[in-house]
């Protein structure tokens, strides 16, 4: 438990019937200076295939609501200009090989652990070059790509040459 001024933790070994009490006491105010103010990030991905009324309701949310887009799709362009024109972050929703393909398909495009560092970097330039407002990338799908450290690497990489982040 946490209260003002104490932490106490109550636990019991399991070999015995004793239950051990341990409080911690301290000062909040020497601690106020250091805590650091908390932030949350909302992201909302898949766009990029949708259109019309149902993308005017997303546009519709708080600025704060960042969009993340696939490449490749009928209405990546214009969900990207769409989101920057009202100051919305954007991120490239990367396709990334999952854990099952191909019974299951991450989509278009998407980055394989078969491939080379060359082509991983190529098609992310490419999604750049299509998305250049957005400020980072998220993956779709992509549980099994996302484990390999050879793909990471050139992935990251690539972000870094390119000031994008990877979330």
């Known amino acids: 438990t946490d209260s003002s001024g104490k932490q106490s933790l109550s636990f019991k070994a399991p070999q015995t019937k004793n239950t051990y009490l341990l409080n911690l ?7 106020a200076a250091k805590v650091q103010r908390r932030r949350i990030a909302i992201v909302i991905d898949d766009f990029g ?15 704060a609501v960042c969009f993340a887009i696939f ?25 990334m090989e999952p854990l099952g393909y191909p019974s299951v398909n991450p989509g278009n495009n998407a980055i394989f652990v078969h491939q080379s560092p060359t082509e991983i970097e190529h098609r992310l330039k490419g999604f750049i070059k299509q998305l250049p407002h957005s400020k980072g990338i998220n993956n779709h ?13 050139t992935v990251m990489s690539t972000l870094k040459k390119h000031g994008m982040f990877f979330l």
């Open 25 to 31: 006491f301290y000062d909040s105010k020497v601690y």
């Open 49 to 63: 295939t949708i259109g019309g009324s149902l993308l005017d309701g997303f546009l519709a949310l708080d600025k």
């Open 71 to 95: 490449p490749d799709e009928a209405n990546s362009a214009v969900t990207a200009a769409r989101a920057s024109a009202q100051g919305r972050e954007t991120i490239i929703h990367v396709p």
């Open 141 to 153: 799908m992509g549980s099994l790509a996302t484990t390999d450290a050879e793909v990471m690497r």
